[in-house]
């Protein structure tokens, strides 16, 4: 199958300096399954990125958790795709549901970022996912759809691209989707990039899962076919993190 396990620590706008030295210390000292098994990147706000890429453990890689939609220049606040490239970050989160919903980033802007990032040679954890109101209305598979066309309309390979889904109703409400809810999305969106990207594609993905993911709820969430991994929220702050990372061993056994 090939798609190794993938786990994104998404600190969000949380943490001092002595916090994040802490939570890098714990990553530091886990046992966790090799880089062959499982992929670990963890994403702290953008002023605590380079501390954080210069003590954590060399396995680990770390993410930025937005960037600028095009080259920097005079777009006060915003920080560029150029410098993550600058820093030596490899990996950037984009598309958000809190900078889609509160930041207000279309579908289209997400996707133009998307494309800049990755022409600039970043790896991209891309998220898309419905709220409570499409859900109950029947439409969640329109709604990530609609968010993956607008990606997949102006990018021409997937290879450094991890898709995360992420349902607004489960971020940090403890309300995780059941793991026959997160599999039918996650198999409907790989359908999805077989018959609007190609076969190779919607073969090698990751898709990952995000959404009150904690260190109780991970293995059977990990245990589902098209379950590639989690993007974790609250729990990556936490030393529970490393049970979600080692969740990548029911892949192992399965
Ligand atoms: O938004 C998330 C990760 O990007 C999920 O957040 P929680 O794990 O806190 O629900």
């Known amino acids: 199958m090939g798609r190794k ?22 990553l530091n000292d886990a046992q966790v399954p090799s880089q062959d098994v499982v992929e670990v990147v963890v994403s702290p706000p953008f002023v605590f990125l380079p501390l954080v890429k210069n003590s954590l453990r060399p396995d680990f890689h770390v993410a930025a958790q937005n960037a ?19 820093l030596d970050i490899p990996w950037v989160i984009l598309g958000h549901s809190e900078r889609r919903l ?24 891309a998220c898309v996912g419905e709220t409570l109101e499409q859900r109950e209305s029947g439409s969640t598979m329109d709604v990530v759809a609609a968010q993956t066309k ?5 990018i021409s390979n997937w290879s450094d691209v991890v898709l995360a889904y992420e349902p607004v109703w489960a971020i940090g409400t403890g309300k995780v989707a059941t793991p026959a809810q ?8 790989r359908k999805w990039l077989q ?33 590639d991994g989690f993007l974790v929220g609250g729990a990556s702050l936490k030393p529970e993190f490393i049970d979600i990372i080692k969740a990548a061993e029911v892949k192992q056994n399965a």
């Not at 620590?9 to 714990?26: F, H, R």
């Not at 607008?150 to 102006?154: F, L, M, V």
């Not at 997160?182 to 969106?189: G, K, N, P, S, Y």
């Open 150 to 154: 607008a990606i997949a309309e102006r």
């Open 195 to 227: 018959a609007n990207v190609n076969a190779e594609v919607a073969a090698t993905t990751r898709i990952i899962y995000g959404g009150s993911v904690n260190g109780a709820n991970c293995k059977e969430l990990a245990a589902q076919p098209d379950v």
């Open 182 to 189: 997160a599999q039918e999305v996650h198999l409907e969106l």
């Open 5 to 26: 396990f993938f786990v994104g620590g998404n600190w969000k706008c949380n943490g001092t300096t002595e916090e994040v030295k802490k939570i890098v210390s714990t």
């Open 102 to 125: 509160i930041l207000g980033e279309s579908n289209e802007f997400v996707g133009d970022k998307v494309a800049y990032a990755l022409a600039q040679g970043l790896k991209v954890i």
């Open 68 to 86: 600028w939609v095009k080259k920097g220049g005079a777009f006060t606040g915003e920080v560029s795709v150029e410098m993550l490239v600058n």
